[in-house]
């Protein structure tokens, strides 16, 4: 057989199984109940993301790989790596010749439409020898409603929004407040929105975007590894937890302290995000904006759980209910998750509270960081942006440009 051609069915594909549906192409897990959400048929309620399920299709986006005969099996011919294969009957008398990297690309589409197919101007790697340039820009508004600004950021070479004294548009700058900027790893990047009241809320945000810098700093040198990098990363929002908590105790008027906070540290050819709260990171690369921090919201949770509809999230009642902050005992262990991701020229972030991202749709967000080669004109007019869309809360974003 010619390894890049398979005899392909698309009156019906069934699973390998016992059920059958009519689909362009269909894929299992091996694991029989671990069906992928992507192509669940309505009866199954998948028992996780499919993003392990489906990982071999990402990686296979190049689609080269695929071509290899060592992937090729007799019929009922499939594809097979790791946890999910591809079935291709040929036996019945509408079978037809296709060129194989033509439709697993055409299936990577379908499964997969907000990202670029293979026939899009994708890079798949950095020119050789290539070192990121890092470019930023930050700007934090108190908001029209609220009278001190809660949020926090740490942005090298910007002085801090406060030390425990209200800045913003419409809030007056305190001349005795210290402006110094924190001093910390050049290619380090905080944004924190502070609760619990007006001074536990700056009070908290300010001690998250102190210590993380300190503690990175201390631990960050040029030769660390990937894995040490993310535990750092981790062990220094588990710092600032302690940190909060520990001021927590100290008085009845900053009890109730906490604060969300989002991470971002470009070193060597990649960047590692973190996030605990609402506060989030998003990145733009080819006009693509892809969130990537989750919401630790109680309606997220319901989302997750299959109880709330994506699109519900934004009114629901507990939309803005953390089950997990700094300055909680869950955090303790800081995140969750530390992402590993490899830098393109022409990457941009994003680290935003959620005075910005609850009242600015991404496809906004998107937009207004193509547009701007200047990122302290994209985090102004975002910001800007927020308060023509009514925000209610103190707004802060911080944007960076990977050159």
Not at 27 to 50: G, I, K, M, T
Not at 73 to 83: H, M, Y
Not at 161 to 171: C, E, K, Q, T
Not at 245 to 265: D, F, H, I, Q, Y
């Amino acid at each position: 057989m010619n390894p890049g051609n398979l005899r392909y069915t698309e009156e019906w594909i069934h699973w390998v199984g016992t059920e059958q549906f009519s689909s362009p192409f269909q894929l299992f897990d091996n694991e029989r109940s671990h069906w992928s959400r992507f192509l669940q048929p309505a009866p199954f309620n998948p028992p996780r993301s499919p993003g392990d399920g489906l990982a071999w299709i990402e990686r296979a986006s190049a689609w080269d790989p695929i071509r290899r005969e060592r992937f090729l099996k007799s019929d009922p011919t499939a594809l097979v790596e790791g946890r999910c294969r591809v079935v291709i009957p040929s036996t019945s008398r509408k079978a037809i010749e296709v060129d194989l990297a033509r439709r697993i690309r055409r299936m990577f589409a379908w499964l997969f439409p907000n990202r670029n197919d293979s026939d899009s101007p994708v890079a798949t790697k950095a020119p050789p020898g290539w070192k990121p340039v890092v470019r930023a820009g930050v700007r934090s508004d108190v908001g029209p409603v609220r009278e001190h600004n809660e949020d926090s950021y740490y942005v090298p070479g910007h002085a801090p929004v406060s030390r425990y004294n209200s800045l913003g548009s419409n809030a007056n700058v305190d001349p005795t407040a210290d402006m110094t900027p924190i001093k910390g790893p050049e290619n380090l990047f905080v944004v924190a929105d502070g609760m619990g009241g007006q001074l536990a809320g700056e009070m908290a945000s300010q001690l998250a975007v102190e210590t993380i810098p300190s503690v990175v700093k201390s631990g960050l040198t040029e030769d660390l590894s990937p894995k040490e990098t993310r535990e750092l990363i981790r062990r220094a929002m588990s710092r600032a937890n302690e940190e909060i908590l520990e001021r927590a105790s100290k008085g009845p008027e900053t009890t109730n302290m906490g604060t969300t906070c989002v991470v971002a540290l470009i070193h060597g050819d990649r960047a590692y995000v973190a996030g605990i709260g609402d506060s989030r990171v998003y990145r733009l690369r080819q006009g693509k904006l892809e969130q990537l921090t989750k919401d630790h919201s109680l309606a997220q949770a319901l989302v997750d759980a299959g109880t709330l509809k994506p699109e519900e999230v934004a009114t629901h009642k507990f939309n803005h209910v953390l089950y997990l902050y700094l300055g909680s005992r869950e955090a303790r262990d800081g995140p969750d998750t530390v992402k590993e991701l490899e830098l393109m020229p022409g990457d941009r972030f994003l680290l935003a509270s959620d005075g910005l991202t609850g009242v600015v749709p991404d496809e906004d967000l998107a937009r207004v960081m193509a547009q701007n080669q200047d990122p302290e004109v994209s985090a102004r007019e975002l910001v800007d942006m927020a308060l023509r869309n009514q925000s209610r809360d103190n707004i802060t974003c911080a944007v960076i440009h990977i050159d």
